[in-house]
């Protein structure tokens, strides 16, 4: 290779204003830059242990199979949905963004017999909807984003778990954009399976998937147990028939490594576990309540200053998720011209949108590090700037203004 290819990793500074990634909290990167250990040192395992705690607290549950998956969010999707989901099992997934698609895909990967009902972008579904759903397919799982990015909005689900139990189902979520800067409750909501990401409201980087089981799910699992080859016993049950087919995200494995038997699975992503480690930390340290009020404050803010500046924003702001909001683009303002302008000439991204919203809308986040005062003055004042050149009409000092009033009122609580 030419030695003019070759150079240090120095990325630019960004303030990631978009639906995720963020700026990770310094703290955690400075956790992760810590020594490596053995993944059976006793210091690593009472990592471990700790880890499972905070998270319990950060999910609002007593579960004991709370735990990382190794790998980004979407690992932790697929290892609840494998393991979950037998071929030819149905699995009710209601649509209303780019992410219940994906629930919709890797269900189909797994056999599944899918069942998607769609909602209109920007809306989301009620609990008699949801009830009809149930009552008409009668699935084993119910698999359903709460907080979709790609339209910005927070599906309820305070009723859905009980609806789920009383029609036989399981519930899955996918909190990865939610957990953390909106309200969760997995036990009180009845929540089976949930998985999450750090890279949106926890305050990380991408690459590690905190999830959670309840009691009811982890049997489902166990059901379908098995021990590799290479570690199994002449006392232990052969492989069955219906088990799990993924050996790295077989949650009945990875339950055994993290549990006391501490049987080997994978080599835990140690640098990746302080990561999650300390984003759990700073967040029971804050209060989980304290850290979704602060996601609402300055969610609030941004679209109260979105709203000075003369701009639309998209879907039913009743259901908005706190830590982003869709914006639609002026009429005859180039959007992805706006968005190079912003990343070039000020070092501040915001996202742009998927499917039906490509093109239409501007996505911008208020979430973990960045859910922030001065991050969202900034990003306003110059969104109002780059706007202005690119011959839009917009109120001169309405973003400020808007988003300062919410600070001055101390934002709805």
């Not at 909005?153 to 609806?163: D, F, R």
């Not at 049950?237 to 994978?266: K, V």
Request: proline share 5%; with cysteine; glycine share 10%.
């Amino acid at each position: 290779m030419s030695r003019t290819l070759l150079s240090t990793v120095n990325p630019p500074h960004r303030l990631l204003m978009g639906p995720g990634p963020i700026n990770a909290d310094p703290r955690v990167l400075r956790a992760m830059s810590s020594p490596l250990i053995g993944q059976y040192d006793p210091v690593m395992t009472d990592y471990m242990n700790q880890t499972m705690a905070l998270y319990r607290d950060v999910f609002r549950t007593q579960n004991e199979a709370t735990m990382l998956v190794d790998g980004t969010s979407r690992a932790g999707i697929e290892a609840a949905l494998v393991s979950l989901i037998e071929p030819g099992d149905r699995v009710l997934v209601p649509v209303f963004g780019r992410f219940g698609l994906l629930l919709c895909e890797i269900a189909e990967r797994c056999q599944a017999e899918v069942i998607r009902r769609d909602i209109e972008w920007g809306q989301v579904f009620t609990p008699d909807a949801i009830e009809a759903m149930l009552r008409e397919t009668r699935p084993k799982v119910l698999a359903l984003v709460q907080g979709d990015t790609s339209t910005t909005m927070c599906q309820p689900l305070a009723e859905i778990g009980a609806l789920c139990h009383q029609y036989d189902a399981l519930l899955y979520t996918d909190a990865t954009a939610s957990l953390g800067g909106n309200a969760f409750e997995m036990d009180a909501w009845e929540v089976d399976v949930a998985t999450a990401g750090l890279q949106k409201c926890l305050a990380g980087p991408s690459g590690s998937s905190p999830i959670s089981i309840s009691p009811r799910a982890v049997e489902v699992i166990r059901q379908r147990a098995s021990i590799e080859a290479g570690l199994r016993g002449d006392a232990d049950a052969a492989i069955a028939a219906n088990h799990i087919r993924s050996n790295y995200f077989d949650l009945g494995m990875i339950l055994d490594y993290w549990g006391p038997s501490r049987l080997n699975h994978h080599t835990e992503a140690t640098s990746m576990l302080y990561g999650a480690h300390e984003c759990a930390r700073l967040l029971v340290e804050e209060g989980i309540e304290a850290a979704v009020d602060r996601h609402q404050l300055h969610g609030d803010a941004m679209v109260q200053g979105l709203k000075g500046l003369g701009l639309s924003l998209f879907g039913d702001l009743d259901h908005k998720m706190n830590n982003v909001v869709g914006v639609y683009i002026p009429d005859g303002v180039p959007g992805e011209t706006v968005r190079q302008t912003l990343l070039n000439d000020y070092a501040i991204e915001i996202g742009t949108s998927f499917g039906p919203l490509h093109g239409k809308i501007w996505r911008i986040g208020t979430m973990g590090y960045n859910a922030r005062k001065d991050t969202v003055l900034t990003t306003l004042a110059v969104l109002e700037q780059v706007l202005h050149q690119a011959g839009a009409r917009v109120v001169a000092g309405g973003g400020v203004g808007g988003a300062n009033e919410v600070y001055a009122q101390g934002g709805r609580r």
